[in-house]
């Protein structure tokens, strides 16, 4: 009898010890440093480890931005191991979900670009005032390519969408003179896994108003 009445006690503490373990593999969130970068206010990162993952393969951009954000907050290349089903598992690398209206998410990214944290972020395929929608396509405003002499604009409307899943990005930046007070969607600056690289060149992309997909899981937060 003495032994049966142990099994539940032995059970919780076995059960409460796996879940402490489990707590404790998931990556923790670091931080990096806001700097300006010729005029755009980016996280710290080695932007050749991000071009090193480079871009994504068909359908995997949430992965792939959970691997930008992994890379930046850890220091080192982010191989995604664990961190793929069907879609990313968002968990495993330490991101989880926010939600709230277009206002909300943009003072929550702002806060987490301030605390020197990535944010993933849910964009859809919409039509916007002065760009035309595309089938499978939301174009952006502009691509970024980083060189030694600044940034190098290039007009490349190049996130792929689809009207069902949308398109994840890792947002890393602001605009320098960005007023905290009355963000916009077109203030902020993203990794986006369609092309972070060009042709072996860091790319960066601004975010384009009206396709933060706030009615569809908009943000993924590190935890």
Same mark, same amino acid.
């Given at each position: ?11 919780? @503490? ?8 489990? @707590? ?20 710290? @990162? ?130 320098? =003179?960005? =007023? ?44």
């Amino acid at each position: 009898m003495q032994h049966g009445s142990l099994r539940a006690p032995v059970r919780v @503490f076995m059960a409460a010890v796996l879940l402490c373990l489990s @707590f404790l593999a998931a990556p923790k969130a670091a931080a990096a440093q806001l700097q300006n970068v010729n005029g755009i206010t980016l996280l710290s @990162f080695d932007s050749q480890q991000i071009v090193s993952i480079g871009n994504q393969t068909s359908g995997r951009c949430s992965w792939y931005a959970l691997r930008y954000a992994r890379t930046i907050l850890d220091g080192r290349v982010c191989s995604g191991s664990g961190m793929w089903s069907n879609g990313a598992v968002w968990s495993a690398g330490g991101y989880y979900g926010y939600s709230g209206s277009l206002s909300e998410c943009l003072q929550k990214l702002y806060s987490e670009l301030s605390a020197g944290k990535p944010v993933i972020v849910h964009l859809k395929n919409t039509a916007v005032s002065g760009v035309k929608k595309h089938t499978n396509r939301t174009s952006s405003y502009y691509e970024y390519h980083l060189s030694g002499s600044g940034w190098t604009q290039v007009n490349y409307p190049h996130i792929a969408t689809s009207d069902t899943y949308g398109h994840w990005v890792c947002v890393v930046g602001i605009r320098a =003179d960005a =007023d905290p007070a009355n963000l916009k969607e077109s203030d902020f600056y993203a990794l986006d896994p369609a092309r972070v690289s060009a042709n072996g060149t860091l790319a960066v992309t601004r975010l384009l108003d009206g396709t933060i997909w706030t009615e569809n899981s908009p943000l993924k937060t590190a935890g």
